[in-house]
């Protein structure tokens, strides 16, 4: 993270638009809040169901070369123990010897305590995995860990996917699914918490191939959130050098996005090599090397690992949308959502509380909601009811007058342009499924399968 | 759940099949497992998300009182003093005097061990919730729990998504997510497990209408899974008497599955009266009541909760679709799932493997795969191959001949009925959306809208 370059959008501005509209509440807030943990509310969840739905679709139903997996989240300790997890995910913490407050080592300057100022004592490390105890006695035997990420999962079932499934080299196993770390600094929002969600693709190769399908998968990944709106200049590739690598990669480079609090990763993409499969394979005694049919041989598969966070994806998707718009005397606040991802596609309004426009309002927005996610407002003025809808990322309002019940016809208005057009309502529905589903909404990626650099 | 009434599918035949064709695997398995925790395969995480998906349209999209929410695991400790749940969300167990094994009382017909039948102790009170510590240090002020249900994320929300949506009385949050049970007896494969997932509902109504909502509720949740294809011969409710209902309850029944092991819950309503919004506003000191603006009055809404399982549900559907029938001389094994829930919706299956035409097979195959989760299989006859269909309940292959290279059509097999149709290439995607995707394919319930109980 360089603080030299913060992004455009003041964070605080993200948490309070996410507060105040029920995206985003803080955790058990009537208790005091719990540190780092994170409630999506009514248009968050919608919000990041989207997302998943979006990199599902994009990773696993239009691929021919992935299949997915949801593996649970309590998983035998010994996984921990061939992963390295147990031995190695750990930070060095020390101690105020004053005050007893513990810090990060790479986060204090001097070996003074940010807080009392007092002398801390030696690093010694911490290990980050959460655990609890199965069964009914809390002792060594029965410990066992909230999975730290959801890699591990795919890893153990290999084979199970393998021989279920007759795939071939290449291919892959994605899941998306809760991960905890319990990391001793937190913060930047829903950017680093202790509850997190991660959408992992762990792609099998022939080792010799590793190399070319890394960059495809950085192109890939890169463009999928170009694809779903994120702005290009907001986005960088950061390789990791040799001393950054973590202990199973060959090679392996963040994507990073510009944050309020300053370039970060949003997603890693790393070469594991064989790392996985031959650990756990010693570890378990069980082969999991893959038989080619072909040649009659035998080969361990390498592994391209594109890892992303579904909260740090909501998190970028919401800081590129958010804008601040002078209109008239007043400043409209809009959140440019790509469709797919808006919480709600479509609000219904209705300019008047008469009768019959209520009626024809509300048979209008009983049709709708079958498709998509459709708001209904009829309170207070036009505009600020759409400034309620821009503020949450509503592509179309959609707004029923007298005229509507004489011409059979309502208005469409768009966020991002303001622009407004009438249509027949015979045609609503259609004309709203071409405006939100229509490829031509996607700001198109360059060519090429292979990224080439030129980012 | 009677043992007395067994259901027609044998359990065995249902995890058999499940682990061969990839639904579900024992979790960990490479490491000999991880007690009653499962791994969703590539077919049996679609057959989840499906059931989610058509779980959230039903309650959430199409409903204009409905919101849904997305709370952490992860929750303050009060919350569980406040709820209940330290105190009384506990299993009697005791202890074999001699080989120190420890049984639920109420699993135990006399006082000696189950395994080794040497005496047993007093029984004493054990929790249920799995704990696990928060931050660096390992002390009581650092425990938290797994939640054991999602419920009360939503009922420490309340007031944020009152303010944030401007909902009035009556209406409902919704949510779906993962809870832990340190469940001392498990099993019934993924009947009972440590590790499980929630669709629950919290429906706030007026305290005088609590009875009416209570048996409108019931009949949703019915209906339902009548809906997405549960035979109604194997769903019946089940009212719980004074001395089953959990201390927070005025009223509760359950929506019980005739499953392989006999009748069991499927889902609960409960009404549990105002006990949560109170217990939650005296504990935090917050006030958690409801302001009508029409009759000025402050009241503390009734809940109804209808709360489903995720995994019962994925048991439910696959038990009930599961059918071995006979078909000429050999026996036919089908799961007639409902097309909503089907992992795959069309197989694509080449008759020849001549280039034209596997060029036009799976030509056609990329352009279904987009709409729907699609298979294409060229490997073996194709007698084969409509049966590994059928046993993953693939509604509908479409097979591609010669004469498809000359005629421009292919044929639709139907699983149920196993019934061929012949169909121009260019309408081929409709027929299937029309099939799939039409209401004829559902069997709908009787209308009304309080359930009367003749079900």
Same mark, same amino acid.
């Given at each position: ?48 169901q989207n997302i998943k739905q979006a990199w599902w679709q994009a990773? =696993?139903r ?27 995910? #750990? ?13 990060? #080592? ?37 410990? =066992?860990?909230?999975?730290?990420? #959801? ?70 990944? @890169?463009?999928? *959130? ?31 996005? /510009? ?6 990763? /949003? ?73 797919r ?23 209008? *927005? ?64 259609? #004309? ?8 031509? @909404? ?14």
């Amino acid at each position: 993270m360089s603080k030299e370059t913060p992004g455009k959008v003041d964070m605080e501005k993200i948490v309070s638009l996410c507060r105040r509209r029920g995206f985003i509440f803080p955790g058990s807030e009537i208790y005091g809040g719990l540190s780092s943990c994170w409630d999506y509310g009514p248009l968050g969840v919608e919000l990041k169901q989207n997302i998943k739905q979006a990199w599902w679709q994009a990773v =696993v139903r239009e691929r021919d070369d992935m299949v997915g997996l949801d593996t649970s989240i309590l998983m035998h300790p010994q996984v921990w123990e061939a992963s390295g997890h147990l031995k190695g995910f #750990t930070d060095p913490l020390v101690e105020c010897k004053s005050c007893h407050l513990r810090w990060r #080592t790479d986060d204090l300057k001097e070996s003074k305590c940010p807080s009392c100022g007092s002398e801390v004592t030696e690093p010694r490390l911490f290990n980050l995995m959460f655990k609890t105890f199965m069964g009914p006695v809390e002792e060594q035997a029965s410990t =066992v860990y909230l999975r730290p990420e #959801t890699a591990q999962g795919i890893f153990v079932n290999f084979q199970n996917v393998l021989t279920t499934t007759r795939k071939r080299l290449p291919f892959g196993i994605a899941q998306i699914g809760k991960a905890f770390r319990n990391e001793v600094t937190t913060g930047n929002f829903i950017f680093r918490s202790r509850e997190f969600e991660q959408m992992e693709i762990e792609f099998f190769v022939k080792p010799e191939t590793a190399s070319d399908w890394f960059n495809y998968w950085l192109e890939e990944r @890169l463009n999928w *959130y170009v694809k779903l709106g994120i702005k290009k200049e907001n986005l960088r590739l950061r390789q990791h050098d040799k001393e950054e690598l973590a202990h199973y990669a060959r090679q392996c480079s963040d994507i990073d996005y /510009l944050f309020p609090m300053g370039w970060s990763e /949003l997603e890693g993409i790393a070469d594991r090599g064989d790392f996985d499969l031959v650990q756990h394979s010693s570890s378990s005694g069980k082969s999991l090397d893959y038989f080619d049919e072909e040649t009659k041989e035998h080969t361990v598969p390498y592994i391209i690992e594109p890892s992303a966070g579904v909260d740090r994806s909501a998190l970028a998707f919401l800081c590129d949308a958010y804008d601040e718009e002078a209109d008239k005397d007043e400043i409209r606040v809009v959140l440019h959502l790509h469709p797919r991802l808006a919480p709600v596609k479509v609000a219904v309004l209705p300019l008047s509380r008469r009768e019959a426009v209520v009626k024809l309002a509300k048979e209008l *927005y009983a049709d709708l909601r079958p498709c998509w996610m459709v708001h209904y407002d009829d309170a207070q003025s036009i505009g600020r009811r759409y400034r309620r809808q821009d503020e949450i990322g509503t592509p179309f309002c959609v707004t029923i007058d007298f005229q509507s019940l004489e011409d059979e016809q309502v208005t469409i208005r768009e966020r991002d342009t303001m622009n407004q057009i009438r249509v027949p309502i015979p045609t609503l529905k259609e #004309t709203l499924q071409a405006k939100l589903g229509g490829e031509d @909404l996607f700001v198109l990626p360059p060519g090429g399968s292979i990224w080439k650099g030129e980012f």
